[in-house]
């Protein structure tokens, strides 16, 4: 199985950013305005500190009320623990993202941000893959 670049190739490697003093408010914009699940949380744009997603606001939401949307970034992120390199495999990548139940992992590549993968990226091209290896084997049959 390929690796997490395989990804990156088909849907590039931008990410969506937000700094940690941004407040919840605007990143829940960002979230709602971009259809994206998560922003990676990050100073510089180039160095991963931590990703906010619409799971964590929710959580600040139960835990400090409607405050929460004044809140900063930094104060409510999940610490980005869980990465990957774009050399690991999809079969690694997916068993990290079960065993921390995360469903987006930030591609770093030697310190620096390289992309973003999620399980819906993951899904995609493991269907594909699917789709191509089953037209593969029907037009081999149909060729005997």
């Avoid at 969506?16 to 971009?34: C, G, I, N, Y």
């Avoid at 623990?81 to 770093?108: G, I």
């Avoid at 620096?112 to 493991?126: E, N």
Wanted: proline share 4%; hydrophobic share 40%.
């Amino acid at each position: 199985m390929r690796g997490s670049s395989s990804i990156l190739r088909s849907k590039g490697t931008h990410v969506e950013t937000v700094r940690p003093e941004a407040t919840v408010l605007s990143a829940a914009w960002d979230l709602k305005l971009k259809r994206i699940g998560a922003l990676v949380v990050s100073e510089d744009g180039s160095t991963v500190q931590g990703l906010i997603s619409e799971r964590d606001i929710v959580a600040g939401l139960t835990d400090h009320g409607p405050q929460i949307l004044s809140m900063p970034v930094g104060k409510v992120m999940a610490p980005a623990t869980v990465t990957c390199a774009p050399e690991d495999t999809l079969t690694t990548v997916m068993t990290r993202m079960t065993r921390h139940r995360a469903r987006h992992v930030p591609v770093v590549d030697g310190g620096r941000l390289a992309g973003i993968v999620s399980i819906g990226d993951i899904v995609k091209y493991r269907v594909d893959e699917l789709e191509l290896e089953a037209n593969v084997l029907r037009d081999t049959l149909a060729a005997r």
